[in-house]
């Protein structure tokens, strides 16, 4: 009973019943389409049903080479298995078609039958749904990719021989009941897995939304394709002949589904490589620059700044007393002073300004088409910034600034004269430290 709550309370999360109305209205105006085509004795014909098959051929094909390709950057055994199931489904729905052509020459009987090839492709497609859930929640991540890989062609083997074992060993071949409500019943065993299938993509993306809603994209087009399935195969269950408008409507909905997988693969792919591009110039700790982007933006305002012959300055800070608050307060307060200091480097910087974390405690402000005293100020602004925080424990820093041309000419001179000067004014304020404890001493 518990179960059965979880499972049915999926319509209950974030916005009460609202989803739950919204699906039942659209489910409604399915049914009520798929009437009315049936009743209007809409029909197609066989080529128009090839090109389907062809196209929904080619959308499996491509996301079965997008989800290898996810496969090999995530390691999603879900991604791995499914790329092995359209490509299966695909391939098995389009041979079929070349043995209804034989069909076919019997005759208007023929149009009677239901293509082994469909429903084998559909069941396969909707088991393998559900085996990619199943192998991803009870059976433990491998460390090597090589037994993933094997372990998913062995669930997808296994899934292929029985659903094609079970309609073989079947005692009737499909037949359509054309004076029945329900004119082709076969249907419902597909529609129910897609049904489970849809649930339990619901689940796992409505899980992946609390933590990362972007991550969930992916898990959110599962969902629309189990669904957009579920749509397939009630509009294949009032289909009194093959060709006509609940068969061309399921066939529709069975090509949409390929197509909404294929474009949120494609919409999260492009989302995983953007993130990883910002990792690799980003410092994942205050989410500045990294030392890479820093010399590449130095680079390029060193070209500009030759072209145009205007100045640019470097502003190199470094935390005072780290060290201390390590040992003081712990680490986790060390490591939130940096991001304090990340952040006000962020707010005090103009959009053209480039803030960089440059390693351990020290950090850097590429000022393009500033001269030293601009950045004098600047400095001077962040300092002060910090010395009125009310968070504590109080943050300081030390600055030494570099100017193009007068300090050099490459980023490393530049760098090498920022940071003497930085260590010039640390010296010197440890100095005038020491003199000060010894005056309040005596």
Same mark, same amino acid.
């Given at each position: 009973?518990?179960?059965?709550?979880?499972?049915?309370?999926?319509?209950?999360?974030?916005?009460?019943?609202?989803?739950?109305?919204?699906?039942?209205?659209?489910?409604?105006?399915?049914?009520?389409?798929?009437?009315?085509?049936?009743?209007?004795?809409?029909?197609?014909?066989?080529?128009?049903?090839?090109?389907?098959?062809?196209?929904?051929?080619?959308?499996?094909?491509?996301?079965?080479?997008?989800?290898?390709?996810?496969?090999?950057?995530?390691?999603?055994?879900?991604?791995?298995?499914?790329?092995?199931?359209?490509?299966?489904?695909?391939?098995?729905?389009?041979?079929?078609?070349?043995?209804?052509?034989?069909?076919?020459?019997?005759?208007?009987?023929?149009?009677?039958?239901?293509?082994?090839?469909?429903?084998?492709?559909?069941?396969?497609?909707?088991?393998?749904?559900?085996?990619?859930?199943?192998?991803?929640?009870?059976?433990?991540?491998?460390?090597?990719?090589?037994?993933?890989?094997?372990?998913?062609?062995?669930?997808?083997?296994?899934?292929?021989?029985?659903?094609?074992?079970?309609?073989?060993?079947?005692?009737?071949?499909?037949?359509?009941?054309?004076? *029945? =409500? #329900? &004119? !082709?019943?076969?249907?419902?065993? /597909?529609?129910? +897995?897609?049904? %489970?299938?849809?649930?339990?993509? $619901?689940?796992?993306?409505?899980?992946?939304?609390?933590?990362?809603?972007?991550?969930?994209?992916?898990?959110?087009?599962?969902?629309?394709?189990?669904?957009?399935?579920?749509?397939?195969?009630?509009? *294949? =269950? #009032? &289909? !009194?002949?093959?060709?006509?408008? /609940?068969?061309? +409507?399921?066939? %529709?909905?069975?090509?949409?589904? $390929?197509?909404?997988?294929?474009?949120?693969?494609?919409?999260?792919?492009?989302?995983?490589?953007?993130?990883?591009?910002?990792?690799?110039?980003?410092?994942?700790?205050?989410?500045?620059?990294?030392?890479?982007?820093?010399?590449?933006?130095?680079?390029?305002?060193?070209?500009?700044?030759?072209?145009?012959?205007?100045?640019?300055?470097?502003?190199?800070?470094?935390?005072?007393?780290?060290?201390?608050?390590?040992?003081?307060?712990?680490?986790?307060?060390?490591?939130?002073?940096?991001?304090?200091?990340?952040?006000?480097?962020?707010?005090?910087?103009?959009?053209?300004?480039?803030?960089?974390?440059?390693?351990?405690?020290?950090?850097?402000?590429?000022?393009?088409?500033?001269?030293?005293?601009?950045?004098?100020?600047?400095?001077?602004?962040?300092?002060?910034?910090?010395?009125?925080?009310?968070?504590?424990?109080?943050?300081?820093?030390?600055?030494?600034?570099?100017?193009?041309?007068?300090?050099?000419?490459?980023?490393?001179?530049?760098?090498?004269?920022?940071?003497?000067?930085?260590?010039?004014?640390?010296?010197?304020?440890?100095?005038?430290?020491?003199?000060?404890?010894?005056?309040?001493?005596?």
């Amino acid at each position: 009973m518990g179960d059965w709550a979880k499972i049915t309370g999926f319509f209950r999360k974030d916005r009460g019943h609202l989803p739950a109305i919204a699906y039942s209205l659209l489910a409604a105006f399915f049914v009520g389409v798929v009437l009315y085509a049936r009743h209007s004795h809409v029909s197609g014909s066989p080529n128009t049903y090839l090109y389907l098959e062809v196209g929904g051929s080619l959308l499996c094909f491509c996301y079965a080479a997008n989800a290898l390709v996810r496969f090999r950057g995530t390691h999603d055994r879900i991604a791995l298995i499914l790329a092995f199931g359209f490509v299966l489904s695909g391939m098995i729905e389009t041979l079929g078609y070349f043995g209804l052509n034989d069909l076919l020459r019997l005759g208007p009987v023929a149009l009677s039958h239901v293509p082994m090839g469909w429903m084998v492709g559909r069941t396969l497609l909707a088991v393998l749904l559900l085996a990619a859930l199943a192998v991803e929640r009870f059976i433990p991540t491998a460390r090597q990719p090589s037994r993933e890989t094997a372990g998913a062609l062995f669930v997808v083997a296994v899934a292929a021989y029985v659903t094609s074992a079970a309609f073989i060993a079947a005692p009737a071949t499909p037949v359509v009941k054309a004076g *029945a =409500l #329900f &004119s !082709r019943p076969w249907e419902t065993l /597909p529609g129910i +897995l897609f049904v %489970l299938a849809a649930i339990f993509f $619901y689940r796992r993306y409505q899980q992946g939304k609390k933590s990362d809603s972007d991550a969930s994209l992916y898990d959110y087009s599962l969902f629309l394709v189990a669904l957009l399935n579920v749509c397939c195969h009630i509009a *294949a =269950l #009032f &289909s !009194r002949r093959l060709f006509d408008g /609940p068969f061309f +409507l399921a066939e %529709l909905s069975k090509v949409a589904s $390929y197509s909404i997988m294929l474009c949120g693969a494609l919409i999260d792919q492009a989302r995983l490589f953007d993130q990883v591009r910002t990792l690799a110039v980003s410092d994942p700790l205050t989410g500045l620059a990294n030392y890479r982007r820093l010399l590449a933006v130095i680079e390029s305002e060193l070209d500009r700044s030759r072209r145009t012959q205007r100045p640019f300055s470097i502003v190199l800070m470094d935390m005072d007393g780290l060290k201390s608050i390590n040992d003081r307060y712990g680490h986790l307060v060390g490591s939130r002073s940096l991001v304090r200091l990340g952040k006000i480097l962020r707010n005090h910087s103009r959009a053209i300004d480039t803030a960089a974390r440059y390693g351990g405690d020290e950090f850097a402000l590429v000022l393009p088409e500033a001269p030293r005293d601009i950045a004098l100020r600047v400095a001077s602004r962040i300092r002060e910034r910090l010395a009125t925080e009310a968070e504590n424990p109080t943050l300081s820093v030390s600055a030494g600034i570099a100017a193009y041309p007068e300090d050099g000419d490459t980023p490393e001179k530049l760098l090498g004269a920022a940071d003497r000067a930085l260590y010039r004014m640390k010296h010197r304020g440890s100095a005038m430290n020491s003199l000060a404890r010894i005056a309040a001493c005596l």
